[in-house]
């Protein structure tokens, strides 16, 4: 376990890729190194990334990338992918537009599938951040489209978060699920290179102007930056953003900063808390075969959904719970 741990921390990129691929298939004893890493964590900078499908997110993260490295910062993503497992197309996509950076070991790159995680995502997504971090990385990039409360809750874990918009989107930012946008530290218009960008982000200010009390948390009013991803503009801009942004928070008052930090390991201890217990339960109902044998009797109709859950399924849970 030492063995592992330490290769971890030396920054193995092997190692770390198959201690996240164990976290991921949830294999016995991996909670052991998790909770060891937890102590070395806490000095990476997370960022995260969100906004609607195609909103150029993952050729944001590459452009980013590219600037990190070029004053020698390493960075670890994890790329949440939002498509079909069917199609694995943006997986492929996300690493093939990333790869030029697969050969740098500086760069680790980890994907993320939404589907099949059953609630479990903001939990591995957050291991995941905590190994990158003990391992070593500066900075932590978290993609993830804006669109479930998953997404929400793992924008949380971010220090700065960014929603990438697209010109046009002004009069439909509804699109977006609303607490995202209020997650938002920074606001990038991406793809200003077609027409439009200005206007969404006269669209996006005004909106702030309307609800300030949403949008100024900590006296910060979120700054919006046009860029082109794919061209690599406004990326220095925009990263110029980022420190401001990072230097304004490590301002804050003591007490804020600490009351920030309540917040945030209260989040993760929650997830843990949550994931747990879902598992657990799932566990025990699976075991007896309890659901397929209430959903026969559902189908005869000797009960209904509601009477099943409280009469037969919730007591085998409780009385796992208090025989444990
Ligand atoms: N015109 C223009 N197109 C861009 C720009 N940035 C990205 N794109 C294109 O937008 C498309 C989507 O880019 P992605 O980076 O895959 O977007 P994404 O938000 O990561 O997409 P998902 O992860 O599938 O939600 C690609 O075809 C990119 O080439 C830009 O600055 N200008
Ligand atoms: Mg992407």
Redesign the pocket.
Known sequence: MNRVVEKILAGDVKTVAQLMRDVDDDVPGVKEYLKTLYKHTGKAYIIGIT??????????VASLIKHLRMINKTVGIIAI???SPFTGG?IL??RV?MQQHNLDDNVFIKSMATRGSFGGLSRSTRSAINILDAMGKDYVIV?T?GVGQDEVDIVKAAHTTIV?LIPGMGDNVQAIKAGILEAGDIFAI?????PGADKTARDISMMMDVNQSRFKADNWRPPIVK?????DKGVTELIQEINNHRNHIENLSSERKIQKQREKIREELLEIVKDRILQEALNQINKDNILQKTVEDIITGETDPYSACEMKILPKILARQTMS
């Open positions: 906004g609607v499908p195609g909103a150029g997110k993952s050729t944001l992918d939002p498509t943006a996509g996300d537009r993609e489209v990438v991406n793809k200003a290179d077609i860029v082109e991803a794919i061209s």
